[in-house]
């Protein structure tokens, strides 16, 4: 004999079942009623708002360079540095993912991916250089670039090696951030790149880009013109579009 089909679901459930169902949905009901009640908040009265020992001292003076409330300090980045000591700028800082709020990463937490360290680069004698397959090269400093208009985006920026910690044959027993932090979103501000390959004149035979940053171990990054978004991003002049 075959199952009868057709009908409501109420039709095809036991008595039993049934029940459990429905108690089972109202209880959930009740719990996200109650979430969204106010009667969770404990009662207050207005002569007890003044209770705290911060109420009735003088607060902390200014400071030129503003800093996260102490209460933050468990908040940090997960450092991954390979070669210890001997190399501390090697590796990663990952952002602790799990302890942040909104979209914005805090750029003390932006997450960091370095081969050689950070390199203290002075604004004043940086510069940007565009050569190879265009009618001019031209070389940048920084004072000439922030003349040029600017455009502000808001955009992560990942490092391909993110998650890798989840390729191993045991499950990590990390954080969120310690296995996935290699991620950052933050708001960009600078000159976008194609303004500054059309000044160059780019020309048409014109198939790759490089993108060459200034730290000591001269990583270089390749892509296509299709892909120029993706790699302008080393360079100090901003990103293409």
């Known amino acids: 004999m075959r199952p009868k089909t057709g009908g409501d679901a109420a039709s095809r459930d036991t008595p039993d079942t ?6 089972f949905l109202k209880q959930g009901a009740a719990l996200v009623t109650g979430a969204a009640s106010p009667g969770i908040a404990q009662g207050a009265n207005a002569q007890g708002l003044a209770g ?6 003088y607060g902390a003076g200014f400071t030129g360079y503003g800093q996260p409330s102490r209460f933050e300090q468990p908040v940090m980045r997960y450092l991954g540095k390979p070669y210890g000591d001997l190399a501390p700028g090697t590796g990663s800082a990952l952002a602790p993912i799990e302890a942040l709020e909104g979209v914005i990463t805090p750029s003390s937490l932006h997450n960091i991916r370095s081969h050689s360290g950070t390199p203290d680069i002075d604004p004043k004698q940086h510069r940007l250089l565009l ?6 090269p031209l070389v940048f400093s920084m004072e000439a670039l922030w003349r040029y208009p600017m455009t502000t985006r808001t955009h992560f920026v990942e490092c391909s090696g993110n998650s890798n910690r989840a390729l191993a044959p045991q499950p990590a027993q990390v954080p969120a951030g310690a296995m996935h932090g290699n991620i950052a979103c933050s708001e960009w501000t600078g000159v976008p790149l194609r303004m500054l390959l059309e000044e160059a004149g780019l020309l048409p035979q014109a198939k790759w880009l490089l993108a060459e940053g200034a730290d000591s171990t001269r990583t270089a990054s390749a892509c296509g013109p299709s892909r120029v978004t993706r790699c302008a991003c080393c360079c100090p002049g901003g990103r293409a579009t």
């Open 18 to 23: 049934a029940r459990g169902r429905r108690g």
């Open 131 to 136: 050569h190879g397959l265009v009618a001019r």
């Open 52 to 57: 705290q020992p911060w109420e009735r001292v």
